[in-house]
Structures are given as C-alpha cells and as structure tokens.
C-alpha cells in the first residue's frame, strides 16, 4: 500500500503531461476482482486518469505463484493517461508455459516467466 501511494504521488508530478506510461510487475492477479490489491490499483489508477492497456482476463505470465498453485494469469500491467488512445497492444505470449514452469535458472531461450506487453499509442 505504501509503494501504491509512491506510485500516485509520482503521477501526481505528470498530471498535466500529454504522455503519461507506466507499468510493471503488481504482484497481484489482476483477473480476480475481488483480490483487495487489484481494487485498490485500479482505485488509484481511475483517481489519476490512467487507463489499463491490457483487459482482464488475459494472462502475462505463466507463473504467478503466491497461491497454491502455479498458474498462468494477468499480473504485468501498463497504464496510459487520457490523453492517449490505445491503438492496439500484443501481450507476446508465445511461451510454451510448462517449458518455463521446469526450466533451469539459465535457460537463455526461456529469460523470464512475464510476457512482453507491447502497445501503440496516438496523441488526441
């Protein structure tokens, strides 16, 4: 809750920029509404006008792991203001999900459980 509130005080110093990105890894399964980290992301990102690139129920890893299983979901994230429209995005999700569940620590071919999110954005 601590670094959300970092996070929103950082936004507060672009609210009048045209371009406005951020993402990252939320450590939160952003596909489970009723999770309390996924309420309290999107409460903040609405109060500072940002908007989700990807929609709930895609997946951006194969790996999230804080429940009892492994299970691919959506926890990688990335928000634009509203002065940006969304093109399109592409979560590159084209990893085989058991390869990455059993690959070695250095596994060049498999470098991270997290998919790329890639979007397009136009200035209105």
Not at 28 to 47: A, P, T
Not at 50 to 75: E, R
Not at 91 to 99: E, F, G, L, Q
Request: glycine share 4%; proline share 3%; charged share 25%.
């Amino acid at each position: 809750e601590n670094l959300l509130n970092q996070i929103k005080d950082k936004l507060k110093c672009f609210l009048d920029s045209d371009i406005v990105v951020i993402g990252g890894d939320l450590n939160c399964d952003l596909n489970i509404q009723s999770e309390q980290c996924y309420n309290k992301i999107n409460i903040v990102m609405e109060q500072m006008n940002m908007v989700p690139v990807v929609s709930a129920g895609d997946i951006s890893t194969c790996s999230f792991d804080y429940g009892a299983t492994k299970q691919a979901t959506l926890i990688d994230q990335m928000y634009y203001n509203n002065k940006l429209e969304k093109l399109d995005h592409l979560v590159d999700s084209r990893i085989d999900c058991p390869k990455i569940w059993v690959k070695s620590t250095c596994d060049i071919n498999y470098p991270s459980d997290h998919f790329p999110i890639i979007s397009n954005f136009k200035i209105i």
